[in-house]
Nanobody, 123 residues
Framework: QVQLVESGGGKVQPGSSLRLSCTTS????????IGWFRQAPGKEREGVSCISSSDGATYYADSVKGRFTISRDNARNAVYLHMNGLKPEDTAVYYC????????????????WGQGTQVTVSS
């Protein structure tokens, strides 16, 4: 079992930055790939980014490449999503999730999910 708790969401203006945090706990937490997903109103949940448990490799959706950065601090049991240049279309509930599969950003591969944190980008 792995438990995940997201934090750091909020309402910001376009062009602003936010850092989301995902704190993990439970067994073998260092050996899980952690991913960030988001779900906008009326849309399906989509993968945003993930970080591999084996070599720290990172993956990004095309829509966030160059603006978002994912990082991992195993000593703090945390994964961060640094979001720069936020756009109104980034508005969504952001979820972190864990999988034992290495380096995938496919929702169906993830077994454990947090409750989500709301990010609203609006002027």
């Amino acid at each position: 079992q792995v438990q995940l708790v997201e934090s750091g969401g909020g309402k910001v203006q376009p062009g602003s930055s936010l850092r989301l945090s995902c704190t993990t706990s439970g067994d073998t937490k260092d050996y899980y790939t952690i991913g960030w997903f988001r779900q906008a109103p009326g849309k399906e949940r989509e993968g945003v980014s993930c970080i591999s448990s084996s070599d720290g490799a990172t993956y990004y959706a095309d829509s966030v490449k160059g603006r978002f950065t994912i990082s991992r601090d195993n000593a703090r049991n945390a994964v961060y999503l640094h979001m720069n240049g936020l756009k109104p279309e980034d508005t969504a509930v952001y979820y972190c999730a864990a999988t034992i599969v290495d380096g995938v950003l496919t929702e169906s591969e993830y077994d454990y999910w947090g409750q989500g944190t709301q990010v609203t980008v609006s002027s």
